[in-house]
Nanobody, 119 residues
Framework: QVQLVESGGGLVQAGGSLRLSCAAS????????MGWFRQAPGKERERVAQ????????YYADSVKGRFTISRDNAKNILYLQMNSLKPEDTAVYYC????????????WGQGTQVTVSS
């Protein structure tokens, strides 16, 4: 089992920055691919970014390319999402998730952290 806990969300003005963290416990993250997802009120959950167990970034949503950066520190068992140039449309609950490195099914999810961007 893997337990994931997100932190770093909050209220920020448009144009500002936040860094989300996802701390894992239970098992080392080095055997898992990881991703960040978000869900805004009334909308479906959206995949934001994805990274392999070794740190190769495999996906950014078009809406965040050039503004968000996903990274990981396997020694600390932490996943990050650096969010710059935030826009009101980035407002959502952000979730981190993990999948075994040999498949693409996200089995483990955090509880989410709220990000609110004011205009």
């Amino acid at each position: 089992q893997v337990q994931l806990v997100e932190s770093g969300g909050g209220l920020v003005q448009a144009g500002g920055s936040l860094r989300l963290s996802c701390a894992a416990s239970g098992r080392t993250l080095s055997s898992f691919g990881m991703g960040w997802f978000r869900q805004a009120p009334g909308k479906e959950r959206e995949r934001v970014a994805q990274i392999t167990w070794s740190g190769a970034v495999t996906y950014y949503a078009d809406s965040v390319k050039g503004r968000f950066t996903i990274s990981r520190d396997n020694a600390k068992n932490i996943l990050y999402l650096q969010m710059n140039s935030l826009k009101p449309e980035d407002t959502a609950v952000y979730y981190c998730a993990a999948h075994p490195s040999n498949d693409d099914i996200y089995d483990y999810w955090g509880q989410g952290t709220q990000v609110t961007v004011s205009s």
